[in-house]
């Protein structure tokens, strides 16, 4: 895989794994503060029901102030002052369990009479009530007079001269629910984005909704109990969009990734940079053949080759070019090393490898090539230059001596086969000059 590919792969990988880390400590940062508004609100709760359970407590002192009585008239005054505020269906009075009087009248009058304890269904709570010597409480459940709601008994004791305690009976409030609880401002719950829902178990184990907003997500809500006289209610808070918060995900993620794209680009360019500024340091400016450098390195990694194959090196030195730039000129001769280097390049092809290094002097090596079939390479890259070369209105024609080097025959490394083919070179150019006719 290219390595831009491999750096936007990787990166991308990078900023899934931290996208889901903040989003997973998003999560975990809401679910804390969550539980703390359920902590709050669950607090408001206890408190505002033992406030409203507690308000019999000034009739249960007027009771034992009384000795254990109390007139209608009082009771309805006393009761009319309790009853204030929203929430409060009826208060009641239960000298021996039995309603003797009831606040507001009108809409109770089926409970007058009755008898705590001979009711199956409330019995089991007033003898718990007078157990503990604490208020207790029943429901929610629908009330024989209608509605919804909730009953707190107080048990009252009258203590005698001798310190003994005899039961009197009980004060009683009715409260309505979800309107008891208006106070609370579950509202603002919904105003924070929350949707919750306040719930216990009915009298007959199934699961009874006291107050809600709606079905919560189905994404696990946080849950707190909210304990109330003899049983245990559970309010559970959720976000209404869900704890994960999608658009935050999907906008870090597009983020990220356009990130991990530029840092793939930017790896792109900085391998195109280097390949530039490599090929520029390893090619010859004039030719666009490598250089001497590029040459050396590639000579050593074929001798540093994991099996030894043998191959040729060739040293060129042109013949007669000094006339050329004596003559012509040097831009003359710099258009006559182009062509030169082009007709090389012709010969060498794909099979070897071909490099400038000096001003008219070019190497050559060919993989494979030895003996009988690497002097006759030598003599096609000769014939090569014997068709004249258009310079500047005129044919012009040079030559070239070849020196030869084989490996492993000649040398081991680049630096010993270079001087054995650069030897040979100047061998050949000795002979030719001895053969030339003196003039």
């Known amino acids: ?20 880390y903040f989003a997973w400590d998003d999560v975990r940062t809401d679910r804390n503060e969550a539980m703390r508004t359920n902590q709050v609100y669950s607090t408001r709760i206890t408190s505002l029901l033992d406030s409203l359970f507690h308000k019999t407590d ?41 309603v003797r009087y009831v606040y507001p009248f009108e809409g109770n009058e089926p409970t007058l009479g009755s008898n705590i304890f001979e009711n199956p269904a409330r019995r089991d709570d007033a003898l718990l009530a007078l157990e503990t010597k604490q208020i207790t409480l029943s429901g929610p459940y629908v009330l024989n007079q209608g509605g919804f709601g909730l009953v707190a008994r107080n048990p009252i004791f009258l203590t005698d001269a001798n310190g003994q305690e005899t039961f009197w009976g009980f004060t009683v409030i009715v409260l309505d629910l979800p309107a008891a609880l208006d106070p609370i401002l579950f509202s603002d719950l919904e ?82 940079k280097r390949r530039f500024l490599h090929e520029l340091a390893t090619t010859d400016e004039l030719t666009n053949l490598h250089n001497r450098r590029w040459f050396a390195e590639e000579i050593g990694r074929w001798c540093a080759g994991p099996r030894e194959v043998p191959f040729s090196l060739f040293y060129l030195d042109l013949d007669g070019f000094k006339a050329v730039n004596d003559t012509l000129g040097h831009k003359q001769g710099d258009e006559l090393l182009v062509q030169v280097a082009d007709r090389f390049r012709s010969v060498c092809g794909e099979a070897g490898i071909l490099a400038r290094v000096g001003g008219d002097e070019f190497v050559a090596a060919v993989s494979g090539l030895v003996g009988d079939d690497a002097r006759e390479f030598a003599n096609r890259l000769q014939r090569a230059l014997e068709e004249p070369f258009a310079l500047e209105d005129c044919q012009w024609t040079i030559g070239a001596s070849v020196g030869l080097a084989a490996y492993p025959a000649d040398g081991s490394d680049y630096d010993e086969l270079i001087r054995v083919a650069d030897a040979s070179m100047y061998a050949v150019k000795r002979t030719a000059k001895a053969k030339s006719p003196v003039r």
């Open 1 to 20: 895989m290219p390595l831009p590919a491999v750096a936007f792969v990787v990166s991308a990988l990078v900023v899934a794994v931290l996208v889901t």
């Open 58 to 98: 000034i009739m249960e002192a007027m009771i034992i102030a009384d000795g254990g009585g109390l007139t209608e008239k009082t009771f309805i005054d006393l009761a009319r002052s309790l009853s204030e505020g929203s929430g409060v269906r009826a208060i009641q009075y239960l000298p021996d369990g039995i």
């Open 191 to 272: 105003e924070k984005g929350y949707r919750f829902e306040l719930y216990t178990k009915g009298e007959d184990g199934a699961h009874l909704t006291i107050a809600s907003s709606g079905a919560l997500p189905e994404n696990d809500p946080v849950t707190y109990t909210v304990p109330v006289p003899n049983h245990d209610w559970t309010l559970s808070v959720a976000p209404d969009a869900g704890w994960v918060d999608w658009g935050k995900v999907v906008a870090t993620g597009a983020v990220g990734l356009l990130v991990s794209l530029l840092l793939g680009v930017v790896v792109w360019q900085m391998q195109v």
